[in-house]
């Protein structure tokens, strides 16, 4: 998951009705399947590309009434690499001194230089079941 660029680590505060939108209009529609679907951590939900727009996440944990600080790279909100629901250029971030590669890297340290990664079920689309 590193790609080879400096992107700075950046942070927005975002309703959690902003953040659903934002999954919502990244989800594929039963025909196409996009290529990047956001994956909030901390935070789990279901979805389902055969439903209508609006009503394509059946189930989350994210409150639409809570405000979330989202860590993110900088170019998710400056290269339109997300389907942002009509948020693009919209929302207001900080951007921080820390790159995408230094945090990768500290985390590797971190683990002793062994990353695990697992599957923990936080996201998944109800018709792949």
Do not use: M
Request: hydrophobic share 40%.
């Amino acid at each position: 998951w590193i790609r080879p660029c400096i992107w700075a680590l950046c942070t927005c505060d975002i309703t959690g009705r902003a953040l659903l939108e934002i999954v919502e209009d990244s989800i594929y529609d039963g025909r196409k399947r996009l290529q990047f679907l956001p994956q909030v951590s901390g935070c789990s939900y279901t979805f389902d590309g055969s439903r209508p727009r609006g009503n394509r996440i059946p189930e989350t944990d994210i409150d639409p009434d809570r405000v979330y600080r989202v860590v993110f790279e900088k170019q998710a909100l400056s290269r339109e690499t997300l389907h942002l629901a009509g948020y693009f250029e919209q929302i207001d971030f900080v951007e921080h001194d820390i790159t995408i590669i230094s945090a990768a890297w500290a985390y590797v340290e971190k683990c002793g230089g062994v990353i695990d990664a697992r599957l923990e079920g936080r996201v998944r689309e109800v018709s792949a079941f």
